[in-house]
C-alpha cells in the first residue's frame, strides 16, 4: 500500500469520528478521521502505509456496527470539472 489513508465504507449515519478513531486505533496510530455527512463513508489517516495495510486487512467485511465495512486505500482527490458556459 503506498497510502497511508484509508477509504471506509457502509457506515451507518450515526458512526461519529471518535468511534472510528477507536476501531482503527487497535492497528496503529490514527492521525485524522473524517466522516462525509449523510453520505456513509469516511477517510482514516494512519500514521504510516504499514499501520493502514494492517487496519485494512484485519477490518475490511467486518460488521460495525451493524454494517459490513468496506475499507480499500483512498484514491487522490479528482479536481472537479469546470462547466462551461454559454
Given at each position: 500500500?503506498?497510502?497511508?489513508?484509508?477509504?471506509?465504507?457502509?457506515?451507518?449515519?450515526?458512526?461519529?469520528?471518535?468511534?472510528?478513531k477507536e476501531l482503527f486505533s487497535n492497528y496503529g496510530e490514527v492521525k485524522e478521521v473524517r466522516i462525509?455527512?449523510?453520505?456513509?463513508?469516511?477517510?482514516?489517516?494512519?500514521?504510516?502505509?504499514?499501520?493502514a495495510e494492517k487496519a485494512k486487512e484485519a477490518?475490511?467485511?467486518?460488521?460495525?456496527?451493524?454494517r459490513t465495512l468496506r475499507i480499500d486505500e483512498a484514491r487522490p482527490a479528482r479536481p472537479r470539472r469546470e462547466f462551461q458556459r454559454y
Open positions: 500500500m503506498e497510502s497511508n489513508t484509508l477509504y471506509v465504507g457502509n457506515l451507518t449515519y450515526a458512526v461519529t469520528a471518535e468511534q472510528l462525509i455527512e449523510r453520505k456513509g463513508f469516511g477517510f482514516v489517516e494512519m500514521s504510516s502505509p504499514e499501520e477490518l475490511n467485511e467486518t460488521e460495525f456496527e451493524g
